[in-house]
């Protein structure tokens, strides 16, 4: 590998094409954490406050008078903001970044659960066997 003085980009001698620095995993996780976060608190509140597509029907077949309110109603983030928080812009912000974060909880919990394990102790040689195979 060399480095042009001029540039500083670094290229292979073999094949004169430029290296490309690999991300980690990490730093792709934590960049894609902050966006999530700035989407879920940002962007929220300019989210369409019209209603959804089957409170919309409802209302126009003349059946939304009927309905009753969800058991949820009273919950600390229903309609899509906070109870308590009197300015509707942070109160959407909170409940958008706080949904954000019990999702991406939840999906990281069962991604560990259900990840892939090497073979263990336990493993027959057959099973051990498919295991690397698989790998």
Request: proline share 4%; net charge negative; glycine share 10%.
């Amino acid at each position: 590998m060399s480095t042009d003085a001029s540039s500083g980009n670094t290229t292979d001698d073999q094949t004169q094409q430029p290296v490309r620095r690999r991300v980690s995993t990490r730093a792709l996780l934590v960049t894609g954490l902050v966006v999530a976060l700035l989407v879920a608190g940002i962007a929220s509140y300019y989210a369409s406050s019209h209603p959804d597509g089957l409170e919309h029907v409802a209302g126009e077949t003349g059946f939304l008078d009927t309905a009753e309110d969800s058991p949820t109603a009273d919950s600390p983030f229903a309609d899509y903001a906070t109870k308590g928080v009197d300015d509707e812009r942070l109160s959407v912000g909170i409940a958008g970044v706080l949904g954000t974060l019990v999702v991406l909880v939840l999906a990281g919990g069962l991604a560990l659960a259900l990840r892939r394990r090497g073979p263990t102790e336990q493993d027959t040689p057959d099973e051990r066997a498919s295991a690397a195979e698989r790998a």
